[in-house]
């Protein structure tokens, strides 16, 4: 039996926060490049769009990709490519000058970007089980602080990203950028874990789209994988355009952007706290209790937003809101690593996670419209009201009870 050692899971964490808050630095870097070339706001919401349209199929591939490849060398390769997709911005600057790095090279080096991330977060979450047992962990307490480390990066991220344009200017910052993803390759490639290598080929199909067929099929024969996609889904969906439209068009419609930096730190802060109290949370009370009170208090909270009512208040709902969002992420970790055998893992995470990519877009393609068309109010409230009947609803869903019942293991074929 391997001896109880930390050193594998606090690896994951370092190389997640690392790669994390690189992409927290261009979620920031990317369009102040664009607005600093020409001020325009549409030039910089198609850069940001850049980085969001690949991740759907790039996540269903990525987790094919983990289980054909070997999870410590996807995490590796993927952190590579996303490193030299930064490093490439000042390149191009140095070699043919500043007004080479124009829109279209920046919205492809971004998109390029968001590409290969998937396949890096897929790897080290499908390799926590094993660094939970390493760890003498439950794989709850591993999700809940990965989950946490990851808020954390995307907190620190962007804060950094900032500082590094006011000192280093924005082309440079991506330097610093690259480098994060560097320390993160350099981690990984410490580390030694069961699993982490190179795969069993003797159990993976054929090719890349059976392979991702595969997933597919698992999850839906599932029923509490299947439950929690579409849960995810339509959560992330209702709670996504909160974050991303609706604050944003409030608080520039009344020009308070220090307010929104505020809304926008409560919400992260609040879903760190969440995530990381998951693990002791997690001991007192069922993970289907936690889930559905999360719901409810979504939809409560995100109702009274609706009213607009004054900053600090405001303030209180969205911490309040990202500590309750906070715990779902470790919850649906544990779920799909403990239904999924260990060949099928990478798959299974890829679909759960494309699932919740596809979500984000579908919530701000309806909601930013209806903001424009009905107003802020009618919009808080056409988003609050299904988060509440979506509590309803998951509390009569037999198949959540499956949440705290002891999992089936799929059989691992031998042939």
Known sequence: MANTTRGPALIIMFAALMAGAGNGISIVAFPWLVLQRNSSALD????????????????????????????????????????????????????????????????????????????????RESMLPEAATRANWTLDRANSVYEAVFNLAYIVGPGIGGLLIATLGGINTMWVTGATFVLSILAISALRLEGAGRPDRTRLPGGVWSGIAEGIGFVWHNKVLRTLAFVDLTVTALYMPMESVLFPKYFTDRNEPAHLGWVLMALSIGGLVGALGYAVLSEYMKKRTIMLVAVWTLGIAMTAIAFLPPLPLILALCAVVGLVYGPMGPIYNSVMQTRAPQHLRGRVVGVMGSLAYAAGPLGLILAGPLADAAGLHTTFLALSLPMLAVGVIAFALPSLRELDRAPVRAADPAC
């Open 44 to 123: 910089a919401s198609l850069v940001a769009l850049a980085g969001t349209l690949p991740l759907l199929a790039s996540t269903l591939i990525a987790g094919t990709a983990v289980d054909y490849i070997g999870r410590r060398r996807v995490s590796m390769i993927a952190d590579g490519l996303s490193g030299l997709s930064v490093i490439a911005v000042p390149v191009i600057a140095l070699t043919f000058g500043v007004d080479a790095v124009n829109v279209a090279v920046l919205a492809t080096l971004a998109a390029l970007g968001s590409l290969f991330d998937p396949a890096g977060m897929t790897a």
